[in-house]
């Protein structure tokens, strides 16, 4: 079984849509991230959530809005699409926070907006 | 400003030794981690440094140096299915991991 999983791998879509990438992860963990990876493939975090609280928004445009309905599911929904939001999102998990727990990553949804 | 530097691009041959080097400038330090991503895949845990010196774990082993704000990835008896990029990552005193770009090393028969 999957550790961490997202859905879907690809998405392709237009200028000014609104989407959303679904995160689940299996392992029992009590946080879960959402990273950015653009062409320079820095990483760099959006968002985590810790027992459905978020702990840490770094900067992100409020058209990005993570969603957790339970702590083994943390969803990115991203209004009016841009063309700089184009990249590769990352979901990940680890056991705690403030602590320095492995971050365990799903496979990535690589996001083209036309 | 929080600072992870580490090469953009290596080139080494099969079966050989590669060094990967890390240097880093947070603001606190909670731990470096190393992780190996394929392309077009995720980031996998490698190692874990928190406290000064080498750990080993099979053909791969990290040292780390809090003082210098050093750290190296060492990869010994090199295979082609290491080529991959590097990540470095140092979790800060909130916590937050810090992400250097990545080295991706090519592996040459």
């Not at chain 1, 299996?26 to 459905?52: E, P, R, V």
């Amino acid at each position: 079984d999957t550790a961490v999983s997202q859905t879907p791998k690809y998405l392709v879509t237009q200028m000014g849509n609104d989407k959303s990438i679904k995160c689940e992860q299996n392992l029992g963990h009590d946080t879960m991230y959402w990273y950015k990876q653009d062409s320079k493939k820095f990483l760099k975090i959006m968002f985590s959530y810790n027992n459905k609280e978020l702990i840490i928004n770094e900067t992100v445009p409020n058209r990005f809005s993570p969603k957790s309905p339970d702590k083994a599911h943390l969803n990115l929904h991203i209004n009016s699409l841009e063309l700089g939001d184009s990249a590769v999102y990352f979901c990940a998990s680890s056991q705690g926070a403030g602590e320095a727990d492995t971050q365990y990553f799903g496979p990535g949804t690589r996001l083209t907006v036309l | 400003g929080q600072n992870i530097d580490q090469p953009t691009e290596m080139t080494a041959t099969e079966g050989a030794i590669v060094q990967i080097n890390c240097t880093y400038q947070t603001s606190g330090f909670n731990g470096l981690f190393w992780y190996q991503q394929h392309a077009g895949e995720a980031p996998t845990f490698l190692s874990y440094n928190v406290l000064d010196g080498l750990e080993e774990k099979g053909r791969f082993s990290s040292f780390l140096s809090r003082s210098k704000g050093y750290s190296y990835l060492l990869l010994k008896e090199l295979q082609m299915k290491d080529s991959a990029s590097y990540l470095c990552a140092v979790m800060d005193s909130n916590y937050q991991l810090i992400w250097g770009a990545g080295t991706k090393l090519i592996i040459k028969p």
